[in-house]
């Protein structure tokens, strides 16, 4: 990398750091401690006032990497931010769960992850681009392992009221980031004209390999959601209390992504990267079939530890090559397009995973859950085996 590149890429992955915290940090109270406001008696609401974020994420992510081809990457990247801002101001303030479903809303309607990722690849070389969006990768994955860890110590501490207050100043930090740390839009990066962004938008759906990767994120993250519908029942099984969890969890996330760096980057450097892309899914697919194996037996703490680091091989993999796929897959007038398609994708998944993955488990269990999981991912990688990673292209000066 370049020194701009660094400083692009580190930048960026800061942004989504920030971003990613402040959404992670709420997760492991929010049932709890949202049952204590009025309304909060209601599990159902409950559930929606969580999931409300990822509904409103899922219809604005194509409405932002369009405003990102069309006005411009930092300026919708700040809308963004001040969104998510405004939402988490609500969501502290709010005095029963209805304002906290509102608030809720907001942040998620601050749907800045294609237009971020549109950016870094504006800023990055293709050969390159895959190292780039592997540190945004690793900073989501280390903030997901970090809420784990502070989320309840900070919820004893300041309440949930208190939590979204820390996600505003996480927001603004943000913010400041992107204004002040990121380096400016380059030139080959024109905003266009509203008729290129409509082409460029049928274009993208159209494309096959554009197609084959927003199938694959979809899988992936309602297959990694559905997982948790029954992993911590298993660690709990297996002799691990629930507030200990982070135990397991945090090593097999900081392990995964030392052996991603010394497999991935190597294999894309040797022009392998289709071959990474496929042993991801069937990381991920032997992970799925060792947990259907394993729910039928009394769950061993090793055995699930060892899953979870294979899996968050796998899952991390991913997260660096498929969305590095898409921006060389897209022509450049359509990268935030085809990343804001990518995104929605993303977070349909994550709705489709709670919501189906919830059902499953309760209508057939454990067993059917994994099974179910199991099936998606040999689709998917079915479908991914015809997929060619783009030749590589170097950026105009």
């Keep these: 990398m370049t020194g701009s590149e660094r400083r692009a890429s580190g930048a960026l992955a800061l942004v989504f750091a920030l971003r990613m915290l402040g959404l992670f940090i709420v997760l492991p109270v929010f049932a709890l401690e949202a049952a204590r406001l009025p309304g909060g008696d209601d599990p159902a609401r409950v559930g929606l006032a969580m ?41 502290a303030w709010a005095p029963d769960l209805t304002w906290l479903a509102v608030g809720r809303a907001v942040q998620g309607a601050g749907a800045i992850s294609a237009a971020v990722t549109a950016f870094l690849a504006d800023l990055t070389r293709d050969s390159v681009r895959t190292k780039a969006m592997a540190m945004v990768g690793a900073s989501i994955a280390l903030m997901f392992a970090l809420s784990l860890v502070i989320s309840p110590l900070l919820a004893g501490w300041v309440g949930l009221s208190g939590i979204f207050g820390l996600t505003l100043a996480l927001a603004l930090l943000g913010i400041a980031v992107v204004l002040w740390v ?19 938008l049928g274009e993208v759906l159209r494309h096959p390999g554009l197609l084959r990767l927003n199938l694959g994120v979809f899988v992936l993250h309602a297959v990694q959601l559905a997982m948790w519908m029954a992993l911590p029942a298993m660690l709990v099984q297996a002799g691990l209390a629930q507030p200990d969890h982070w135990q397991v969890y945090l090593p097999a996330v900081a392990a995964s992504l030392l052996v991603m760096g010394g497999l991935l980057f190597p294999l894309e450097r040797k022009g392998r990267l289709r071959l990474a892309f496929l042993v991801s899914i069937g990381l991920i697919l032997v992970v799925q079939i060792g947990l259907w194996v394993l729910v039928d037996a009394q769950p061993d703490l090793w055995a699930l530890g ?20 898409v921006s060389k ?31 499953l488990a309760r209508a057939h269990g454990p067993q059917g859950l994994f099974a179910a999981c199991a099936a998606a991912t040999l689709v998917w990688l079915l479908v991914a085996w015809p997929m060619q990673a783009p030749t590589p292209v170097a950026r105009r000066k």
């Excluded at 974020?53 to 409405?63: E, K, N, V």
């Excluded at 411009?72 to 998510?84: D, E, N, Q």
């Excluded at 990121?182 to 460029?200: F, I, N, W, Y």
């Excluded at 968050?312 to 796929?325: D, H």
């Design 306 to 325: 060892g899953l979870l680091f294979v899996f968050f091989i796998g899952f991390n993999m991913m997260e660096a090559s498929q969305p590095s796929l």
């Design 182 to 200: 990121a380096p400016p839009e380059p030139l080959t990066h024109k905003p266009s004209d509203m008729q290129q962004v409509r082409g460029g």
């Design 329 to 359: 897959l897209a022509a450049p007038r359509a990268r935030g397009a085809a990343l804001g398609v990518y995104n929605t994708l993303q977070s349909v998944g994550f709705f489709v995973g709670g919501a189906f993955g919830g059902w």
């Design 51 to 91: 999931g409300l974020y990822g509904l409103t994420q899922a219809f604005l992510q194509i409405p932002f990497g369009i405003a990102s081809d069309r006005f411009g990457r930092k300026p919708t990247i700040v809308t963004g931010l001040l969104l998510f801002a405004a939402g988490s101001a609500i969501a």
